[in-house]
């Protein structure tokens, strides 16, 4: 039986964050939302993906803290938001929650529960990796998280807790992480979600300027997936290394398109251990007209490309799992970056899982 197809679409509206959040690189300026005429045309883009065959799946309104960010009240009113919302299964909003009670929070939350009580609304929780040993500030969080998630009358409603990932400064803090059982289960008690990790670093400009760092970002996040993720049953979710170590994940994950909508632009969005938003000039999606027909010409020559490539990067080439990283897009992340190393251990991972 055909699997369907998936698209999740990422768009970057917010603006501003007061807050500094270890690892995070994501620009809080410089979102200027919807081009003229543009949320006109993602409606009807959006319809046509529908018509196709392809199932809405994921929309997510990026990328700053939607209970700071100066524009949130602007977008979430706009009708054609409305509209392209009410078309995805689900839709996704970002928040410390650390911001305190204030009317701005009040009309949010009047906005979600008049606009969108038929909707399935999904939070990112983004936690400081550094606090991950704090129970004081993890109570503050599960309690202005609590208090907000309690006034919302949507359809359903989860959450997810996410890191950013980058080199902590502390062993303690690098340990508890590696700990994941145990801190799971403190997270799904009152997150009822996993721990799970954002790859901000990702974001920095010019990706050929950052390799190093990113290389060694990716390197650190794939050794404690690798190494401390275990599978086990009692955490009622599918670990990370299981999602990443077995064909039937992999197999439907390559029905899945992931775009980046951001001043006018569309961007591929790569999957390694976790998604990459990035806006290089090499992962502009070479669009002229908005159209179906034309995102599928793009993946098509995407993958062409990249096999055309393998002659020239013999590691690749050579391993069982290259089909994999080319629908993910992972060897074109190689050369958008200058790098001929594997960034995506996928055989390490398929292999540690079948040890668990």
């Not at 208090?147 to 502390?170: A, C, G, H, M």
């Not at 993946?299 to 994999?324: A, M, T, W, Y």
Request: charged content about 30%; glycine content about 4%.
């Amino acid at each position: 039986m055909d699997k369907p197809l998936l698209l999740d679409l990422n768009l970057e509206l917010l603006n501003d964050c007061k807050w500094q959040c270890g690892g995070c690189h994501v620009a809080t300026k410089g979102q200027d939302g919807f081009s003229g005429g543009d949320l006109a045309r993602l409606n009807a883009l959006a319809d046509e993906f529908k018509s196709r065959g392809y199932r809405l799946n994921f929309l997510n309104i990026t990328p700053t803290d939607f209970m700071v960010a100066r524009n949130t009240l602007d977008i979430l009113r706009d009708p054609g938001l409305r509209a392209l919302i009410h078309k995805f299964d689900f839709w996704y909003l970002t928040s410390t929650f650390l911001a305190e009670p204030d009317e701005h929070q009040e009309e949010i939350i009047d906005v979600i529960n008049r606009d969108y009580a038929d909707t399935s609304l999904y939070f990112y929780v983004v936690m400081n990796p550094m606090k991950v040993l704090d129970e004081k500030y993890m109570q503050r969080i599960v309690e202005k998280k609590n208090r907000f998630i309690s006034r919302l009358k949507t359809r359903s409603l989860r959450q997810f807790v996410i890191f950013n990932w980058y080199e902590y400064p502390d062993p303690r803090v690098m340990n508890a992480h590696r700990d994941y059982v145990n801190t799971s289960k403190w997270y799904r008690d009152h997150f009822s979600a996993n721990q799970d990790y954002v790859m901000s670093f990702a974001r920095k400009p010019e990706m050929r300027k950052y390799k190093d760092d990113f290389i060694k970002s990716i390197d650190w996040l794939n050794e404690v997936i690798a190494t401390y993720v275990p599978q086990d049953n009692d955490l009622e979710q599918t670990s990370r290394l299981e999602a990443l170590g077995e064909d039937s994940y992999t197999a439907y994950d390559f029905l899945n398109r992931r775009y980046t909508y951001r001043n006018g632009e569309f961007y591929y969005v790569p999957f390694l251990v976790a998604c990459l938003v990035n806006f290089d000039e090499g992962l502009k999606v070479p669009l002229r007209e908005w159209s179906v027909d034309e995102f599928e010409r793009c993946e098509q020559e995407l993958i062409v490309s990249q096999f055309n490539r393998l002659p020239e990067k013999p590691r690749c080439r050579d391993c069982g799992h290259v089909g994999k990283c080319v629908e993910r897009q992972i060897l074109h992340t190689l050369d958008v970056i200058g790098y001929d190393g594997c960034i995506a251990p996928l055989q390490q991972y398929q292999d540690q899982y079948k040890k668990w």
